[in-house]
């Protein structure tokens, strides 16, 4: 049998599909009676970033549900720490297209004050953020402000200063998938990485290690997204294989990739981000197949 793991894999994303009709996920969207009181919760800080000047805080309570804080307080939490937060409860706008950012996912928090905030946090997530926001200045201080949005979105990932004509520019020119972080980030970066620690005659396997330590660091720093976790798994695997002296196959990867994200969250299965990402690399992985044949 071909492909013994990409099959067992595509078992796997097949069965949370069904799983997720029969059973679906609870929503988490705010009942009629607690939308739009004043209300305090308390979270982990998972992500944070700034939008138009304000910051928004990404947090997760103790039921491992996921809500939005629009911070109008000016202390910047940690990365990890536990906050206590209040502010005004809103649910989002149910999304109109499918896979799109939905309200059952997250609810919201406006005008929050931070009350609370633990000593203990995330040394290590704090780190990658405080390297993103010094290279994000970097960037403000070379270039001008549209230039450095652009390629704060194609290098660290922060979209939010991008302006919608720039975006849709960039949607109608059809190469919009060039801010986000992706294969064609990792592919550079990581192989110009190892390329040019061979050329420092640096032994082969310690140049792969090296590629992806700092391809998993960099993929911390800018977030994560579902299209650079594949292609950051995928350019592990070939590095790993290429270590091993082991063939690499591109489906085999894409498919242990796709379970990885559903094991962490089976939603994602209808997200956009994830659907596209997959089903291109999925469609190119198919198509090398049927040429080499």
Not at 108 to 129: A, I, V, W
Not at 188 to 211: H, K, T
Not at 268 to 279: E, K, V
Not at 282 to 288: A, D
């Amino acid at each position: 049998m071909r492909r013994p793991l990409c099959l067992v894999c595509m078992a796997f994303v097949a069965a949370v599909f069904i799983m997720l009709h029969i059973q679906p996920m609870q929503e988490h969207a705010l009942s009629e009676e607690q939308e739009g009181q004043v209300v305090t919760r308390q979270g982990i800080v998972t992500a944070k970033e700034y939008k138009d000047g304000n910051l928004i805080l990404y947090l997760e309570d103790k039921d491992k549900e996921g809500f939005l804080c629009y911070m109008s307080d000016v202390t910047e939490p940690k990365l990890g720490s536990v906050v206590t937060v209040q502010g005004k409860a809103m649910n989002f706008r149910q999304g109109r297209n499918p896979g799109g950012f939905d309200q059952r996912e997250y609810y919201k928090m406006k005008n929050g004050r931070l009350l609370t905030q633990s000593g203990q946090y995330s040394f290590y997530r704090e780190s990658l953020y405080r390297l993103r926001r010094q290279l994000e200045r970097i960037l403000e201080q070379c270039m001008e402000e549209q230039d450095a949005a652009v390629m704060k979105a194609v290098l660290l990932g922060n979209k939010q200063e991008l302006d919608t004509e720039k975006k849709q520019l960039y949607q109608k020119s059809g190469i919009a998938h060039v801010l986000a972080i992706s294969g064609v980030h990792i592919t550079i970066l990581g192989m110009g990485l190892y390329e040019a620690l061979r050329r420092l005659r640096i032994p082969g396997w310690l140049c792969s290690v090296v590629a992806i330590i700092l391809m998993l660091l960099y993929g911390d720093m800018v977030g994560m997204s579902t299209s650079a976790y594949r292609a950051i798994f995928m350019f592990a695997l070939k590095m790993g294989a290429q270590l091993l002296h082991r063939t690499y196959d591109m489906l085999t990867a894409l498919a242990l990739a796709a379970a990885g994200v559903l094991l962490e969250q089976p939603l994602y299965l209808y997200h956009a981000g994830f659907l596209l990402s997959f089903g291109a690399i999925l469609g190119i992985g198919c198509m090398l197949d049927v040429i080499k044949t």
